[in-house]
């Protein structure tokens, strides 16, 4: 579509302004491309300006615009009033998305994506999900309003999912994860207020936090979750009333809260007057050898201590974006109230789709052959990062979710290290994001699940080699 377009500029000044280009079909023969490409293509010159489609006539060359050119804008203004009325906040806003974009950013060609925080497009159901939207569109008031809170039948399945007493009342379908995150922090913490976080955690959180003036406070994680001794020190220390956590296959050291702490955290908040928001992101992303999960906080929770975040979009796509809030008690109308003011509600489409998705005999037979391609995945690189890199420690291999945690050499230069792998071919993730103060050591994040296979893992660690010789020759391995 872009050669396209970028050869029907070259011809344009062959017709004269307001003549008409060839049609559609003469387009399709010269070029030897589908008539789908060729609307795209002149859809995206008509969105430049350049062509003038008419319904049933064809499509035309613009004329030139007739307005004056316009003076150099000034834009200098909004420095100031983007920041003068900062003087009373307790927490300087600021939205600093470079820990999100790091891992949504497509790579450039050739590159080894070891930054990607979505499962490879041969790794999503596409074929079930186009299924499901093709038959959610034929339903019956599929393109009417839903309502605010959700669809009846997907929230019933979201309170079975999560289990315990759950009930589809207690649910609201939300647009994904990070609306969900963005939800529940904006209903539970006024700003200028303290945040505890897990140390390291997910920098989109933190990124959230910061951007409503919130101030996170860092809790440490070990290889069995969050520390409950710290936690109980953060909430007299702080008289924070939220906490944050990732219980299950943690982002990014993939730990998972023990069964003794559990318990633990829930009391510990409970007697703090606090709320746990928990971010159960992957649960549909366990390997084929997790065995069997433990369930979600909120399941064993009848106080009310524990506001829920789970999503469909890790185990499908990063447009399949529909998610759930859990919530007991009258915080649960604060949570409807402020997603009803900030985007009313999900597209009713889209979540009649996730509702044939999730009942189809596709759901299933998806969720196994990705915990078995996973497992696959993580084993072969845990295995060539051992191999190749020893000088990387590897201190948790988890049993869920789509990355790994590294440990760089004492006194490394994280920056320079994810530079030199770029150089080389491989886009990684730094390991400074991840925390909300002074990291303990440097570190970097690499996914498993963005690449295309087994091959492109081994040759992504192939790759970490040269930036490692580069920016560690002291640790080379013999």
Not at 74 to 98: I, K, N, Y
Not at 224 to 253: E, I, Y
Not at 325 to 354: H, K, N, T
């Amino acid at each position: 579509m872009g050669e396209l377009a970028d050869q029907l500029r070259v011809e344009f000044d062959r017709y004269s302004p307001g003549g008409k280009l060839p049609s559609s079909r003469a387009l399709v023969e010269r070029f030897r491309v589908s008539p789908v490409t060729v609307s795209r293509a002149l859809a995206r010159l008509a969105a430049e300006g350049l062509v003038v489609t008419r319904p049933g006539a064809g499509a035309f060359r613009a004329r030139p615009s007739s307005a004056r050119p316009a003076r150099a804008a000034d834009t200098s203004w909004q420095e100031v009033a983007l920041s003068a009325d900062g003087a009373a906040d307790l927490v300087p806003r600021s939205v600093e998305a470079a820990g999100v974009t790091v891992s949504l950013a497509a790579p450039p060609p050739g590159v080894v994506e070891f930054n990607g925080g979505y499962l490879h497009p041969s790794l999503q159901p596409e074929r079930a999900m186009a299924a499901a939207l093709a038959r959610a569109g034929r339903r019956p008031g599929a393109w009417g309003r839903p309502p605010m809170e959700g669809l009846p039948e997907l929230r019933e399945w979201f309170a079975r999912a999560i289990g315990g007493s759950v009930t589809a009342a207690e649910v609201l379908v939300s647009g994904g994860g990070q609306a969900s995150l963005t939800t529940a922090l904006r209903a539970l913490a006024p700003p200028g207020a303290p945040v505890l976080v897990e140390s390291p955690t997910y920098p989109g959180m933190l990124a959230i936090a910061r951007a409503a003036g919130l101030r996170p406070v860092p809790v440490p994680v070990d290889p069995d979750g969050v520390r409950p001794d710290l936690l109980a020190d953060a909430f007299r220390a702080t008289g924070a009333r939220v906490f944050v956590c990732q219980p299950l296959f943690q982002n990014p050291t993939g730990a998972v809260l023990a069964a003794d702490r559990r318990g633990q955290v829930l009391r510990t908040a409970r007697e703090a007057g606090a709320f746990v928001v928990e971010d159960d992101f992957v649960r549909r992303l366990a390997h084929e050898d997790a065995g069997r999960l433990p369930r979600p906080l909120v399941a064993d929770d009848p106080d009310g201590v524990v506001v829920h975040v789970g999503s469909l979009t890790k185990a499908t796509s990063p447009s399949f974006r529909v998610s759930a809030l859990a919530a007991r008690g009258p915080v649960l109308e604060r949570l409807r109230a402020i997603q009803v003011v900030d985007s009313f509600f999900v597209p009713r489409p889209l979540q009649e789709a996730a509702l044939e998705l999730v009942g189809s005999p596709a759901w299933p037979r998806h969720l196994r052959a990705v915990a078995a391609e996973l497992r696959t995945r993580r084993d072969a690189m845990t295995s060539a990062l051992r191999l190749r890199l020893p000088e990387l420690a590897l201190p948790h291999v988890p049993s869920g979710g789509y990355h790994l945690w590294l440990r760089l050499p004492d006194g490394a230069d994280e920056g320079a290290f994810a530079a030199a792998a770029l150089r080389a071919g491989v886009a990684l993730t730094p390991g400074r994001p991840y925390f909300s103060a002074e990291p303990p050591a440097a570190h970097v994040r690499v996914s498993f699940a963005a690449v295309g296979g087994t091959e492109e893992i081994a040759e992504g660690v192939r790759r970490l080699r040269t930036a490692c010789d580069e920016v560690f020759p002291a640790n080379r391995s013999t």
